[in-house]
């Protein structure tokens, strides 16, 4: 397929024109025209670059990718020997940060729902990127936490008293950390996002309300996945999500 068409699509599936964001959206940097092999990932870091060379690919799909604001525009030492890597083998980068997110079927946040039985109540946070809900049935604090890890494939750092009984929950993906005190006020049991800060534990403690710190690369795996598996049965291309191990 061409790359326009993949581009064109994915902006209309996501919408990133709606969301105030940290970088930029969609096609970041441009590489040959066709697209025959996709390799999807969490953050378009080195490794999988290499992967993405090694494989052939025209195109790469992440959801962290490059230009964040704040960050130094100097093309040198690691950004240097990324872009080159991209450049010299004519592969396109595509990045959706908030969009991919927030999708209402295919994102983070959705994913996890889908994936842990949760049920979606409503959005909070800004841009209405967090999502509340409740369990299917109700549950003990540890047996949402060994749910999650086996979901997951990794132990959650969890705060809160085992045997305390959850029945709704709030969750957003990745460093969302900063919405803790808005889903308290919710009235929710518990609240599940990838990392987790040092005032952070001190609000769950004090409130009552568990926090459950899942890992931020973790609890955005599965929305790109989604993303790739959805471009594949579409367009019939060769889509593989790679999975780079990352402990935070």
């Known amino acids: 397929m061409k790359r326009e068409e993949l581009v064109d699509y994915l902006d209309g599936l996501l919408v990133p024109g709606k969301f105030r964001d940290y970088c930029p959206n969609g096609l970041q940097v441009e590489g040959r025209a066709e697209i025959v092999r996709l390799v999807a990932g969490v953050t378009a870091s080195q490794a999988l670059l290499d992967v993405a060379v090694a494989r052939n690919a025209d195109a790469i799909l992440v959801h962290h990718g490059y230009f964040w604001k704040g960050e130094d525009g100097r093309v040198t030492g690691i950004r240097r020997k990324r872009l080159s890597s991209l450049l010299a083998n004519d592969i396109n980068l595509l990045a959706y940060h908030l969009p991919l997110d927030a999708h209402p079927e295919l994102g983070n946040n959705a994913q996890l729902a889908q994936r842990l039985g949760w049920v979606e109540e409503g959005r909070f946070g800004e841009q209405d990127i967090a999502w509340l809900g409740s369990l299917v049935g109700p549950g003990t604090l540890a047996e949402l936490a060994a749910d999650v890890a ?21 969750w957003c993906s990745g460093g969302a950390q900063s919405y803790f005190e808005q889903a308290i006020a919710l009235g929710i049991d518990a609240y599940l996002s990838g990392e987790i800060s040092e005032q952070t534990v001190h609000l769950a403690r004090e409130s009552g309300v568990a926090y459950l710190a899942a890992g931020h690369h973790a609890t955005e795996r599965f929305g790109v ?8 049965q579409q367009f019939g291309i060769a889509c593989e999500f790679v999975d780079l191990d990352n402990p935070v």
């Open 150 to 170: 086996r979901v997951l494939g990794r132990a959650p750092l969890v705060i809160g008293e085992g045997s305390k009984l959850i029945r709704r929950i709030a």
């Open 225 to 232: 996945q989604a993303l790739a598996e959805h471009v594949a």
